[in-house]
């Protein structure tokens, strides 16, 4: 399918357990992002990356890390998930320009840490 | 740094009522200025955009106008309905960030 998509769409873990967060995009867009989204602070970026093995961190990222070996796929991983990372996670993408592009965003991971 | 401010929710209107949510921002450049929607369940669409001072971006019945001079972008419509009940969010662009900036959400709640 074209576009982005997220994986899985609902996941429930308990406090301590790592978990990883998939987001895939067919478009060859050059960044990638991942934000938070609670109730309150409307999106709030994790990380993104630029290009292929390009990260850098974003607004919050303490407790997540990120990969991108590929420039179509951008794992989120929980090192070791707590409460407070309790939320829906949204993957997006852009073309590589100056930043005037609107952003594509899929469509959202709901992560429930118990 | 760089910051969007929109109007708190939630707002409740009947059908065909006029839609006003307000949105303004700080930037020491020049940004692009975004309406994301978000309906329940799914990921944000790009609403509508205006990327320089006296732009009006347009779609479905939304118009917002880029006010350098009172730093806003206020969504408007002018007969809501039932099917334009979700969240938006307001969103900035600059070309020194790579991110996004976006407000905090207003949910819109029409009722028939």
């Known amino acids: 399918d074209a576009g982005i998509t997220q994986s899985p769409r609902y996941k429930i873990t308990e406090t301590g357990r790592q978990v990883t967060l998939m987001c895939h995009q067919t478009w060859s867009h050059s960044y990638m992002f991942w934000y938070r989204q609670d109730l309150g602070h409307g999106l709030r970026l994790i990380y993104y990356s630029a290009a292929a093995d390009i990260t850098d961190k974003g607004e919050v990222p303490d407790g997540y890390v990120v990969s991108r070996s590929k420039t179509e796929n951008f794992p989120l991983t929980l090192e070791s998930a707590t409460r407070s990372q309790t939320s829906v996670y949204f993957c997006?993408?852009?073309?590589?320009?100056?930043?005037?592009?609107?952003?594509?965003f899929g469509p959202g991971t709901r992560l429930t840490v118990l | 740094g760089d910051s969007v401010t929109q109007m708190e929710g939630p707002v409740t209107l009947s059908e065909e009522a006029f839609l006003t949510i307000n949105c303004t921002y700080t930037a020491t450049g020049y940004p692009s200025l975004f309406w994301y929607v978000q309906y329940p369940g799914e990921g944000l669409q790009l609403l509508l955009k205006a990327t320089k001072a006296d732009d009006k971006g347009s779609n479905k019945g939304f118009e917002a106008t880029y006010r350098k001079e009172t730093t806003s972008f206020h969504l408007e419509k002018g007969s809501v309905q039932v099917s334009d009940s979700a969240v938006y969010f307001c969103a900035l662009s600059d070309e020194r960030v790579h991110d996004m900036r976006f407000g905090a959400g207003t949910r819109l709640t029409v009722k028939p």
């Open positions: 997006a993408s852009r073309e590589q320009s100056l930043g005037y592009n609107e952003q594509f």
